[in-house]
């Protein structure tokens, strides 16, 4: 733990760590874009993934769902990256880096990531035998269920920051 402090010391040091503590308006701006790049993140996941549960928009091709959404998804996350990290710099030290939630939110978006791109090195690669089909099969219902969980793990411990 150690190097971690050290780390988060670092970065509290710099300026735009410093510029984030003290204003009193900059924290609560980066916070409101934050949150709505979530929802825009969220959403979009979202959306993919009931397609894949076979739960909405069933006549759509999950090929072109897919096109349509990624834009928006890796803009938001993005905006996510940027912004979570200025908030990290806003206290690290006492706020992030002991912070159970925190850590805990890492772990999820990491989760999510790797079942993301399973499911695109995998069970996506076949998606022209599946594609228009109503019901999707199995690997990619599980891939949306296990998503949706993630996703909404990552939002619950990123609330839980604050109180923790």
Not at 61 to 76: D, E, G, I
Request: charged share 15%; net charge positive; proline share 4%.
């Amino acid at each position: 733990m150690t190097d971690l402090t050290a780390v988060c010391e670092s970065v509290e040091r710099t300026s735009i760590a410093q510029a984030m503590a003290n204003s009193s308006w900059l924290f609560p701006a980066v916070e409101t874009v934050h949150l709505a790049a979530m929802v825009l993140l969220v959403g979009s996941i979202s959306a993919f993934d009931l397609r894949l549960l076979g739960l909405i928009l069933r006549q759509e091709r999950v090929s072109q769902l897919a096109r349509r959404l990624l834009p928006f998804t890796w803009s938001a996350f993005a905006a996510m990256v940027v912004t979570g990290i200025l908030l990290f710099g806003s206290d690290p030290v006492h706020k992030y880096c002991p912070n159970p939630s925190f850590r805990i939110k890492l772990v999820l978006i990491t989760l999510a990531g790797m079942n993301m791109s399973i499911f695109h090195l995998t069970v996506y690669r076949s998606v022209h035998k599946w594609d228009a089909a109503m019901s999707p099969p199995l690997w990619a219902k599980m891939v949306g269920t296990f998503s949706v969980a993630l996703w909404a793990g990552v939002i619950v411990a990123g609330r839980w920051i604050g109180f923790i």
